[in-house]
């Protein structure tokens, strides 16, 4: 069971340019989320997805879309990167949204922006 | 939405047991109280979670007081490889899609 995987594991991009960030459960979780961490900082919720085909923002969105075509995979996309987004992206997946299941989170995604 | 505080950082002995406190004053009666330990260069792991009564499983304890202000998560002994950051976090069942809302937890040095 490979829980959730989360590729690249590490990325450099030069500012401006764009990348999607991939994730794939393989739990038939409904909901799944990205956050972003900063050094030293927790997670922030960047965008989630109830299920397939919905998605909305969290609480730092801008400069990512998501979609949500298949119920497995949940792709996060850098439109143009900036230094600002140099972070470690974390994926997550949950059999419902809400505080009554686990989380269960990929290894992330560390991303360097120059 | 309810917050929760935890110390910074918390240091214990290996193979002797560790009670990682959290205050949530401000609870709801709604509120489920999970803990997840993020190891190095990892991602966040689930560790427990509670809603009114002591909760048990395999990697730890939680200890919650009866007025839910606050809970203590219990290594019974701990190891190196506990160390971690520790996040107490409140989350609502049903709704609250907004996802786990992380502090900066407590973080747990183990001396060999």
């Known amino acids: 069971n490979a829980g959730v995987t989360q590729t690249p594991k590490f990325q450099v991009l030069k500012t401006g340019q764009s990348m999607t960030l991939q994730c794939a459960q393989d739990?038939?979780?409904?909901?799944m989320s990205w956050y972003r961490q900063d050094p030293g900082m927790g997670l922030r919720l960047i965008h989630y997805s109830v299920g397939a085909g919905i998605t909305d923002q969290g609480e730092v969105p801008n400069g990512y879309n998501v979609s949500r075509s298949t119920t497995e995979d949940f792709p996060l996309r850098l439109l143009s990167a900036a230094p600002s987004q140099t972070s470690v992206y974390f994926c997550a997946s949950s059999y419902s949204a809400g505080g009554i299941t686990e989380a269960f989170f990929g290894q992330g995604t560390r991303l360097t922006v120059v | 939405d309810a917050k929760t505080t935890q110390p910074n950082s918390m240091e214990s002995n290996e193979e002797e047991p560790v009670h990682l406190p959290c205050n949530h004053s401000t609870i709801s009666g709604t509120d489920y109280i999970h803990w997840y330990r993020q190891l190095p260069s990892q991602g966040p792991e689930y560790v427990i979670h509670?809603?009114?009564s002591n909760v048990n499983n395999r990697m730890a304890s939680l200890a919650i007081a009866e007025d839910r202000k606050s809970s203590t998560l219990i290594l019974h002994r701990a190891t190196l490889r506990d160390a971690a950051v520790y996040y107490c976090i409140l989350s609502k069942p049903g709704g609250g899609a907004d996802g786990l809302t992380f502090g900066k937890g407590t973080h747990l040095i183990i001396q060999p």
């Open positions: 509670g809603l009114t």
């Open positions: 739990m038939n979780h409904e909901y």
